[in-house]
């Protein structure tokens, strides 16, 4: 699972990082005028974020002193977006899989696969 991490964004620079398809679900205002941290995930409906993979994308960050906290995801578990909202993430998805935990999904995969 690829993923890009972005430190110390002013929020204008925001609006470019983060895919228009998203623009929609947030709320610009609620950011205020602080630098963010943006960690950006694989975008795709194939690709699922499970909490392991955000996991190690928050270890990668050492000192989280940004006050806005960002992810983007294309499909987070139900695991994935408890981790991050425990570390400060608002989170934005197209795809939120809340009634899958890691396990089942990983399941179903092997499954179908």
Request: aromatic residues 10%.
């Amino acid at each position: 699972m690829n993923y890009k991490i972005y430190r110390h964004v002013p929020p204008q620079r925001l609006r470019a990082l983060i895919p228009k398809r998203y623009h929609p679900q947030i709320i610009w205002s609620d950011l205020g005028d602080a630098e963010a941290v943006l960690l950006l995930f694989a975008q795709g409906p194939e690709n699922v974020v499970l909490s392991s993979v955000v996991l190690r994308a928050v270890a990668s960050l050492s000192d989280l002193n940004e006050r806005s906290r960002i992810a983007i995801a294309g499909c987070l578990t139900a695991e994935a977006a408890k981790v991050l909202t425990g570390f400060g993430f608002r989170s934005y998805t197209l795809n939120e899989f809340s009634y899958w935990t890691d396990e089942s999904f990983k399941r179903i995969t092997k499954a179908t696969a």
